[in-house]
Nanobody, 121 residues
Framework: QVQLVESGGGLVQPGGSLSLSCAAS????????MRWYRQAPGKQREWVTT???????NYADSVKGRFTISRDNAKNTVYLQMNSLKPEDTAVYYC???????????????WGQGTQVTVSS
């Protein structure tokens, strides 16, 4: 019923910038919070940042001041601007959204398929 599709990953040098986006589509009534997570090789998936419907934001300490999350409610899309990237930011980045679907008006969490971000010289 709902699909989240990420885009924008790639290879960037340390100190560089990259922008990710995640678009939700399907039978969507409304979207509550939208989040980004990441998973580095051999590590558990970790939370990166959250944005609420009202655009309130929270960030993991490891990315605070370097990453910026934003959203366009009209497009059901969340963005992640990543600046001053470090090698330790290398991971697969996943978006997550809490969505109310039109068929049941139930609220559930949905994941994107992930996009690779590699920070290396």
């Amino acid at each position: 019923q709902v699909q989240l599709v990420e885009s924008g990953g790639g290879l960037v040098q340390p100190g560089g910038s990259l922008s990710l986006s995640c678009a939700a589509s399907g039978k969507i009534f409304s979207i509550y919070d939208m989040r980004w997570y990441r998973q580095a090789p051999g590590k558990q998936r970790e939370w990166v940042t959250t944005i609420t419907f009202g655009a309130g934001t929270n960030y993991a300490d490891s990315v605070k001041g370097r990453f910026t999350i934003s959203r366009d409610n009209a497009k059901n899309t969340v963005y992640l601007q990543m600046n001053s990237l470090k090698p330790e930011d290398t991971a697969v980045y996943y978006c997550y959204a809490t969505i109310v679907v039109t068929s049941t008006f139930g609220r559930d969490g949905y994941w994107g398929q992930g996009t690779q971000v590699t920070v290396s010289s």
